[in-house]
């Protein structure tokens, strides 16, 4: 007597227009998808934690399968950090906005201090992350991290340019050295704060308007 015929091979059969359904409805079509799943990401991240987001909980929340997700982005670390990237292309347009609007060096550099106290103590797990996966590694030198970085600081050097100060001096810093005191002191002040969970209670506005007065006055701007 011949056996019946099993039906688990016709539920095997995946249905493409479901899964097209989905995916474009939450992150968009193919050239799209990337950013789509970064922005789903940050938002995740940022609601619930690095640490309780799974690469799961991004794929639903993107509308794809978990299989899909893994297309783009290796892991997770490799997902926060490509995420951390976006944002910080997002800071580098509002310095160049921030040299762009200045009506004086002072104003410039109260927005750039501001804009680098921010994003360290905004997102503190990022940062961490940022530190150990993308600045702790030997391939820094020639990362996209670095080279976005770079552009950021560098704005620094537009606003003096803007302001007069494009030769250097005979004596005193250099331009480069200003730059890296400005950032380099706003780094600190940002990471410590981290480190001792007060975080919270910076008024970055307010540090950032010390802060380039006192730059401002030692390095004899104004």
Same mark, same amino acid.
């Given at each position: 007597?011949?056996?019946?015929?099993?039906?688990e091979?016709?539920?095997?059969?995946?249905?493409?227009?479901?899964?097209?359904?989905?995916?474009?409805?939450?992150?968009?079509?193919?050239?799209?998808? =990337?950013a789509?799943?970064? *922005? @789903?990401? +940050?938002?995740?991240? &940022? !609601?619930? $934690?690095? #640490?309780?987001?799974?690469?799961?909980?991004?794929?639903?929340?993107?509308?794809?399968?978990?299989?899909?997700?893994?297309?783009?982005?290796?892991?997770?670390?490799?997902?926060?950090?490509?995420?951390?990237?976006?944002?910080?292309?997002?800071?580098v =347009?509002?310095?160049?906005? *921030? @040299?762009? +609007?200045?009506?004086? &060096? !002072?104003? $410039?550099? #109260?927005?750039?201090?501001?804009?680098?106290?921010?994003?360290?103590?905004?997102?503190?797990?990022k940062?961490?992350?940022?530190?150990?996966?993308?600045?702790?590694?030997k391939?820094?030198?020639?990362?996209?991290?670095?080279?976005?970085?770079?552009?950021?600081?560098?704005?620094?050097?537009?606003?003096l340019?803007?302001?007069?100060?494009?030769?250097?001096?005979?004596?005193?810093?250099?331009?480069?050295?200003?730059?890296?005191?400005?950032f380099?002191?706003?780094e600190?002040?940002?990471?410590?704060?981290?480190?001792?969970?007060?975080?919270?209670?910076?008024?970055?506005?307010?540090?950032?308007?010390?802060l380039?007065?006192?730059?401002?006055?030692?390095?004899?701007?104004?």
């Open positions: 007597m011949p056996k019946p015929q099993r039906a091979a016709k539920i095997a059969t995946p249905r493409p227009a479901r899964k097209t359904r989905a995916a474009t409805s939450a992150v968009g079509a193919w050239g799209e998808r =990337e789509g799943i970064l *922005a @789903v990401a +940050e938002d995740l991240f &940022l !609601r619930n $934690g690095y #640490e309780n987001t799974s690469m799961a909980a991004v794929a639903a929340a993107a509308g794809l399968s978990e299989g899909t997700l893994y297309n783009y982005f290796r892991n997770k670390n490799d997902l926060v950090i490509r995420s951390g990237l976006a944002v910080l292309e997002r800071r =347009e509002a310095a160049q906005q *921030a @040299v762009r +609007e200045a009506g004086s &060096l !002072r104003e $410039g550099l #109260e927005r750039l201090i501001g804009l680098h106290l921010s994003a360290i103590i905004e997102d503190d797990e940062y961490r992350i940022w530190l150990r996966e993308v600045r702790g590694v391939s820094y030198r020639r990362s996209a991290g670095r080279d976005a970085l770079a552009r950021f600081a560098n704005q620094f050097v537009a606003l340019d803007k302001f007069g100060h494009g030769q250097e001096r005979a004596s005193g810093p250099t331009r480069t050295m200003m730059r890296d005191m400005v380099g002191g706003s600190h002040i940002g990471f410590t704060a981290m480190i001792q969970k007060r975080a919270d209670r910076i008024d970055v506005e307010a540090t950032a308007k010390i380039a007065d006192v730059y401002l006055r030692g390095f004899g701007l104004e």
